[in-house]
C-alpha cells in the first residue's frame, strides 16, 4: 500500500498555496504539522480527490487517483475540519445515511455501524439526536462515519480541535487503535496530539514540505538549543523580544523561561532536552501566523 504525492502545486491566480510537494507514505500513522495558511486544508482536498492540482499528480499504488476516481473513493475515509451533520439524526440513523452514500448493503451496514459505535464509544446513546451530543462526542461520530468503509487511507482534519484534554486523550487512543495497516494523515494544531501517535511529522510551511522525519530524529535538529532559565518579572518583556520563548511560568516569585536559542541565553540557563512544540515555534517563529 503506498500513497504517493508527485509535485503537487496548487495556484490561486498567482498566488502559489502549495508547492512542489513530494512525498511517499505506507501504512502508518503521520502529523502534518503548519502555522495558518501553510496549505493543509488545501493539501487534504487533493489527495482527497475534491481538488485538482495545477501542476502534480496523487498516486495510489502507482496509479494516478484521476484515474480510479470511483475505486479510490471506496478505500479513503475523510473527516474535514467541519464536519457536517444532521443534528435532528440520531447517531445510528446518521451512520446509516452514510452507509447508503458509500454503497454499502443495508445488513452488512446495520452490522457495521453498531461496531463502529461501540469502539467510538457511543453504543449507548446511539438513539440521542446528534443535536444533543457533546463537541467529543460529535468528533467521536465523526471519525466513526470517516471508518465506515473499513478504508486503507484515513485522513484527519483537525480533529481534536475543540476537545477537552480527557477528550483528546480519548480520541488520540481511538485514532491509534484504527491505525493498523492503514495509511492515517492527521493535521492538528494541538502539537502533542501528534507528538504522541505519529509515526512520522510532516512539517509544511508557505506551501512548502521543509522537513519530515519521526519525532526523536526531528527534535535532533535543536538538541542543546533549548533553555530554562529563572528570570524576574522585570525581565520578561527583554527576553521576549531578544529570544524565542515556547513558555513561561510562574515559580514562587519568579518566571521560569522555555527558550529556543542557538546561544546561551543567560549565565545560569540550564540545558533542557527539546520537544516537538519548541520545534514547530522554531519553524514558525518569524511573521507566520501560528495556531
Same mark, same amino acid.
Given at each position: 500500500?503506498?500513497?504517493?504525492?508527485?509535485?503537487?502545486?496548487?495556484?490561486?491566480?498567482?498566488?502559489?498555496?502549495?508547492?512542489?510537494?513530494?512525498?511517499?507514505?505506507?501504512?502508518?500513522?503521520?502529523?502534518?504539522?503548519?502555522?495558518?495558511?501553510?496549505?493543509?486544508?488545501?493539501?487534504?482536498?487533493?489527495?482527497?480527490?475534491?481538488?485538482?492540482?495545477?501542476?502534480?499528480?496523487?498516486?495510489?499504488?502507482?496509479?494516478?487517483?484521476?484515474?480510479?476516481?470511483?475505486?479510490?473513493?471506496?478505500?479513503?475515509?475523510?473527516?474535514?475540519?467541519?464536519?457536517?451533520?444532521?443534528? /435532528?439524526?440520531?447517531?445510528?440513523?446518521?451512520?446509516?445515511?452514510?452507509?447508503?452514500?458509500?454503497?454499502?448493503?443495508?445488513?452488512?451496514?446495520?452490522?457495521?455501524?453498531?461496531?463502529?459505535?461501540?469502539?467510538?464509544?457511543?453504543?449507548?446513546?446511539?438513539?440521542?439526536?446528534?443535536?444533543?451530543?457533546?463537541?467529543?462526542?460529535?468528533?467521536?461520530?465523526?471519525?466513526?462515519?470517516?471508518?465506515?468503509? /473499513?478504508?486503507?487511507?484515513?485522513?484527519?482534519?483537525?480533529?481534536?480541535?475543540?476537545?477537552?484534554?480527557?477528550?483528546?486523550?480519548?480520541?488520540?487512543?481511538?485514532?491509534?487503535?484504527?491505525?493498523?495497516?492503514?495509511?492515517?494523515?492527521?493535521?492538528?494544531?494541538?502539537?502533542?496530539?501528534?507528538?504522541?501517535?505519529?509515526?512520522?511529522?510532516?512539517?509544511?510551511?508557505?506551501?512548502?514540505?521543509?522537513?519530515?522525519?519521526?519525532?526523536?530524529?526531528?527534535?535532533?535538529?535543536?538538541?542543546?538549543?533549548?533553555?530554562?532559565?529563572?528570570?524576574?518579572?522585570?525581565?520578561?518583556?527583554?527576553?521576549?523580544?531578544?529570544?524565542?520563548?515556547?513558555?513561561?511560568?510562574?515559580?514562587?516569585? /519568579?518566571?521560569?523561561?522555555?527558550?529556543?536559542? /542557538?546561544?546561551?541565553?543567560?549565565?545560569?540557563?540550564?540545558?533542557?532536552?527539546?520537544?516537538?512544540?519548541?520545534?514547530?515555534?522554531?519553524?514558525?517563529?518569524?511573521?507566520?501566523?501560528?495556531?
Amino acid at each position: 500500500m503506498e500513497l504517493k504525492l508527485d509535485n503537487i502545486t496548487k495556484n490561486y491566480g498567482t498566488a502559489a498555496t502549495l508547492s512542489e510537494v513530494s512525498f511517499t507514505l505506507n501504512p502508518g500513522v503521520y502529523g502534518l504539522l503548519g502555522a495558518n495558511g501553510a496549505g493543509k486544508t488545501t493539501l487534504f482536498r487533493i489527495i482527497c480527490g475534491l481538488m485538482k492540482p495545477t501542476q502534480g499528480a496523487v498516486k495510489y499504488n502507482n496509479r494516478d487517483i484521476s484515474t480510479q476516481a470511483e475505486s479510490f473513493r471506496t478505500i479513503l475515509g475523510f473527516l474535514p475540519q467541519d464536519f457536517s451533520y444532521y443534528p /435532528d439524526f440520531t447517531a445510528l440513523k446518521f451512520m446509516l445515511y452514510i452507509s447508503s452514500l458509500k454503497g454499502l448493503n443495508h445488513k452488512t451496514a446495520k452490522k457495521r455501524c453498531l461496531k463502529l459505535l461501540k469502539q467510538v464509544g457511543l453504543d449507548d446513546v446511539k438513539g440521542k439526536r446528534i443535536r444533543k451530543y457533546s463537541g467529543g462526542m460529535k468528533q467521536r461520530l465523526g471519525i466513526a462515519q470517516a471508518m465506515i468503509n /473499513d478504508p486503507e487511507i484515513l485522513i484527519l482534519d483537525e480533529p481534536t480541535a475543540g476537545l477537552d484534554p480527557k477528550e483528546r486523550v480519548k480520541f488520540r487512543k481511538l485514532i491509534s487503535s484504527f491505525a493498523s495497516k492503514k495509511i492515517v494523515i492527521l493535521s492538528t494544531h494541538i502539537v502533542a496530539d501528534v507528538e504522541y501517535i505519529a509515526d512520522e511529522i510532516l512539517i509544511l510551511k508557505e506551501g512548502r514540505l521543509v522537513d519530515r522525519g519521526s519525532v526523536p530524529a526531528l527534535l535532533k535538529e535543536i538538541q542543546h538549543q533549548v533553555w530554562e532559565c529563572l528570570i524576574s518579572e522585570g525581565e520578561v518583556t527583554e527576553m521576549e523580544e531578544k529570544f524565542l520563548v515556547s513558555n513561561r511560568r510562574h515559580v514562587e516569585n /519568579d518566571i521560569l523561561l522555555r527558550i529556543v536559542s /542557538d546561544k546561551k541565553p543567560k549565565e545560569d540557563a540550564r540545558q533542557v532536552d527539546p520537544a516537538l512544540e519548541d520545534l514547530y515555534l522554531f519553524y514558525f517563529q518569524e511573521g507566520d501566523n501560528i495556531e
